[in-house]
């Protein structure tokens, strides 16, 4: 939990449910509300102490024991008996439910090997259509703690502008405005992955909320896509410095430190 939520181990320590009667939650984390929205992250863990080689998949059982705890915990007319742990939780994240707002629950499935199997795949697809974007799965492993270790680590990158740009300084830092094709933008990911992104979790809204997919369709659409520039916010790039050639007035090359 402290690797996928970026916290410390005594913030940890109070998500912490697992025990009897935890309804197979081994820990639970309730983002503060964004607008009408707010995000609840679900961790079970399956740890194997006689097969260290990381090859195990995570088991299909618990995947759909998973499942079964969203339907039970998410929905507030059910009633489950549930530890001093949890209890409290739950009770908070179903309050907020019945005040209107609505849950995107993300359920991360850990252990040290191999994520669940094909079998457990379509059953998890399947779970989160129903649920119309509001589930999500994921795994996380101790891949997937080094990588998180590694994500402070230093990179170089060139981005290609379009066009006209605005350069400003202020307060001695300095601030460039412009367009980037989004070719540009998925080369840069296929060069660097997800080491150019903050990766916790409580602040990634996820690929299934409303918002990513109204940008995905303004993309896709084509009486809309030219619009794209002025229908959203765009990609914010925090560095150490950039450079660029001044003496140019247009299609920037900008390296990013």
């Known amino acids: 939990m402290s690797a996928a939520l970026d916290s410390p181990l005594e913030e940890c320590a109070e998500w912490?449910?697992?025990?009897?009667?935890?309804?197979?939650?081994?820990g639970l984390h309730t983002a503060d509300v964004a607008g009408n929205e707010f995000i609840v992250t679900i961790f079970q863990g399956k740890y194997k102490v006689k097969d260290l080689s990381g090859s195990a998949n995570f088991p299909e059982n618990g995947v759909k024991l998973a499942m079964n705890t969203v339907q039970t915990l998410f929905d507030p007319d059910r009633k489950v008996a549930l530890n001093e742990k949890i209890a409290p939780k739950i009770a908070d994240v179903r309050s907020l439910i019945r005040d209107g707002y609505i849950p995107t629950v993300r359920v991360v499935?850990?252990?040290?090997?191999?994520?669940?199997?094909?079998?457990?795949?379509?059953?998890?697809?399947?779970?989160?259509?129903?649920?119309?974007?509001?589930?999500e799965f994921r795994h996380f492993n101790h891949d997937a703690v080094v990588r998180s270790l590694k994500e402070g680590e230093r990179i170089d990158a060139n981005v290609e502008l379009k066009g006209k740009a605005i350069v400003e300084d202020m307060n001695f830092m300095r601030v460039l405005v412009g367009r980037v094709a989004a070719?540009?933008?998925k080369r840069l990911f296929d060069e660097h992955g997800d080491q150019l992104l903050q990766r916790n979790i409580r602040r990634f809204l996820g690929r299934n909320n409303r918002v990513n997919a109204d940008i995905g369709n303004t993309l896709r659409q084509k009486e809309k896509s030219d619009r794209f520039y002025f229908l959203n916010n765009g990609i914010t790039v925090v560095c150490e410095r950039f450079d660029y050639n001044a003496f140019q007035t247009s299609d920037y090359q900008v390296r990013l430190k």
């Open 16 to 26: 912490l449910t697992d025990g009897g009667n935890d309804a197979g939650v081994d």
């Open 109 to 135: 499935l850990c252990n040290n090997g191999k994520r669940w199997t094909g079998q457990a795949e379509p059953q998890i697809r399947e779970a989160e259509r129903l649920y119309g974007g509001q589930l």
């Open 183 to 185: 070719h540009e933008v």
